[in-house]
């Protein structure tokens, strides 16, 4: 597979993941219209409003990508600390800060982090909350989606932290 489609698969699934939870969670219902470029997939509301969303994957390393996506055989043990993927977590809401100006604005836009670190979950974020950067407003949501120990998925909104 090549990387642009790789990319293409990893956002989808995160954009499915993410309407399930919502949709279960809120009363105005969300549906994926289609994916595209900056950003990565546009929504439609109940009321037939769009709502882009920009999708990023958060890894603890760059090692963990790769042998999460099958380009390393194996991971070099190492001493694992949460803050570090606080660290990449904060990094990539400000690259996605920063890159949005880049983006169609014909309707407000959404960043949704997917964590696909085996490492640590939502409570382990949750607990280091006060070391999480503060979104500035540029997106409507920073919806962060993570498993916390288990198969099943959870949904926050960073910015009502």
Do not use: C
């Not at 803050?83 to 014909?106: F, P, T, V, W």
Request: net charge positive; glycine share 4%.
């Amino acid at each position: 597979m090549h990387r642009y489609e790789e990319k293409h698969q990893l956002e989808r699934t995160a954009a499915r993941i993410f309407l399930r939870l919502y949709n279960v969670n809120h009363s105005g219902k969300l549906r994926l219209l289609y994916q595209r470029e900056k950003p990565d997939a546009v929504l439609q509301r109940h009321d037939q409003s769009l709502l882009g969303m920009e999708i990023t994957h958060l890894f603890y390393d760059s090692e963990e990508a790769k042998l999460l996506l099958g380009r390393s055989k194996g991971r070099v043990d190492s001493k694992e600390v949460v803050e570090m993927l606080i660290a990449e977590l904060n990094k990539r809401i400000q690259i996605k800060e920063a890159k949005i100006s880049q983006y169609e604005r014909d309707y407000p836009i959404a960043l949704l982090i997917r964590n696909v670190s085996e490492t640590f979950g939502m409570s382990d974020i949750l607990r280091a909350k006060e070391q999480l950067y503060k979104p500035q407003g540029r997106f409507t949501n920073v919806w962060f989606l993570s498993r916390d120990k288990t198969d099943e998925w959870l949904l926050k909104d960073l910015q009502q932290l």
